[in-house]
């Protein structure tokens, strides 16, 4: 999958995460915008949850280039060349 559409389906559900976690102090609890609020940030949390696993699981990890380097790649732990 192309990263930029997943990091912007990221950087959306970290705006709905956030923004509904700072308006949660300010509701009081027995009203109705309390429960929306809660309901906005559970959805903005799966919804980045969702996000960072599709992430993952859609770009795996390159191989480990540690194993097989070339001389010329390798950094000289000598004082000159």
């Known amino acids: 999958m192309d990263p930029q559409i997943l990091r912007g389906g990221f950087r959306i559900g970290v705006l ?26 559970i959805v903005g949390g799966a919804f980045v949850l969702g996000v960072a696993v599709l992430a993952r699981t859609a770009n795996p990890q390159p191989p480990d280039a540690g194993t097989d380097r070339k001389e010329y790649n390798k950094r000289s732990t000598g004082g000159g060349p």
Not at 19 to 36: K, Y
Request: negative net charge; proline residues 8%; charged residues 10%.
């Open 16 to 41: 709905v995460l956030g923004l509904a976690v700072l308006m949660l102090p300010f509701q009081p609890r027995d009203s109705a915008e309390f429960i929306v609020t809660v309901m906005a940030a």
